[in-house]
């Protein structure tokens, strides 16, 4: 099946060269294109996309809002949040509004469409040229930050419940970056079984996807900036 695209950004040059890139895919496809976070949310409402790719900074509604409005909508679309390193104290803001992953706008074209296709696939895209070093970086400073959106990573920490001790220790392996053939190395399991891990995880904690339990994991303590 296609996988239906939105693209959303106030730059018509940078939403040009989006499509013209995911033009050459056969298995995608841009079935919108919005200048400002309401017309994306908008958008991904009448259109259902698979995947909306959303900028950062908009006139009006900003992308993180919009992302927040469109994981807690009615549309099925996940968000992918367009970056650059200029927007590192937003990207905090956007995971918790709902991203499912992140785009740098100078990654490489082939980079672009796998992290379509994955985040299509109902994954999240844990880049680590970005969100390792970005979750690092905010995980456990004070919400009092000036550096720090609203969105800002809580002071204390929380407790994770009703997870066994493996589970946590898997958990703790998704939190520094590590892919389901990773851990399972790492726990001499099968690659199977590692994948039951994450299904149990996102289950049990009620995570949208594997960026969720990137957050949860520094959130509550079990990976921090010195792990």
């Known amino acids: 099946m296609t996988v239906r695209v939105v693209l959303a950004d106030d730059q018509p040059l940078v939403r040009a060269a989006l499509q013209m890139v995911i033009a050459e895919a056969t298995d995608l496809e841009v079935v919108g294109e919005a200048g400002t976070g309401a017309e994306a949310v908008q958008l991904a409402e009448s259109l259902d996309p698979a995947v909306v790719v959303m900028d950062i900074r908009m006139p009006g509604m900003d992308g993180i809002e919009a992302t927040r409005l469109i994981a807690d909508g009615p549309s099925r679309a996940h968000v992918i949040v367009l970056t ?21 706008k100078d990654m490489a074209l082939d980079d672009i469409l796998a992290a379509i296709r994955i985040v299509a696939a109902g994954d999240g895209l844990i880049a680590p040229s970005v969100t390792r070093r970005l979750i690092k970086a905010f995980a456990g400073l004070p919400t009092t930050s000036p550096s720090l959106p609203a969105e800002g990573p809580p002071s204390s920490r929380r407790e994770v419940e009703g997870i066994t001790d493996r589970e946590r220790e898997v958990l703790a392996l998704i939190g520094s970056g590590m892919s389901n053939t990773e851990i399972a190395d790492r726990l001499c399991i099968s690659v199977a079984t590692a994948k039951t891990y994450v299904t149990r995880l996102l289950s049990k904690l009620d995570a949208r996807d594997r960026v969720q339990l990137v957050i949860i994991a520094y959130e509550t303590g079990l990976v921090t900036s010195a792990r």
Not at 85 to 104: E, H, I, K, M, T
Request: glycine share 14%.
């Open 84 to 104: 650059t390193f200029d927007d590192d104290d937003y990207v905090y803001g956007a995971l918790r509004a709902g991203a499912s992953g992140f785009l740098v």
